[in-house]
């Protein structure tokens, strides 16, 4: 029998939803009931997290927005960065700079100085 977690990300997966690396789907990061959503563009992003809702009905789970955020991450400012705003259960996620995945620092501009600096 599989997992709540291991049909999301079918059904994720299946979507088309999100990004590729070729013809390998990497549109959502998981470990254990940490998911981390990926998507080329806002208008992929709010499919998958509606995918998510949608997901979340079904099974009577709840996803809690409030340790949830979003990250618009780009090498140089992007015009569609400004104001974005997303939204899960009609709650708006927090949109952050930086976060803590995993263990490492993950910032929005790609660097990864603060997350050597921790290590060291």
Not at 68 to 91: E, P, W
């Amino acid at each position: 029998m599989r997992s709540y977690s291991e049909i999301m990300l079918k059904r994720l997966c299946e979507s088309k939803v999100g990004c590729w690396i070729g013809n390998v789907y990497v549109g959502v990061l998981a470990y254990a009931d940490d998911l981390t959503l990926l998507a080329p563009m806002p208008r992929a992003m709010r499919l998958q997290l509606k995918n998510c809702e949608d997901y979340a009905r079904e099974f009577r789970i709840v996803f809690n927005a409030t340790k949830s955020a979003t990250m618009c991450i780009a090498r140089r400012k992007a015009r569609f960065c400004d104001d974005l705003q997303f939204y899960m259960d009609g709650k708006c996620l927090a949109t952050v700079n930086e976060f803590l995945h995993l263990g490492h620092i993950i910032l929005s501009n790609l660097s990864d100085k603060s997350d050597i600096n921790k290590k060291k």
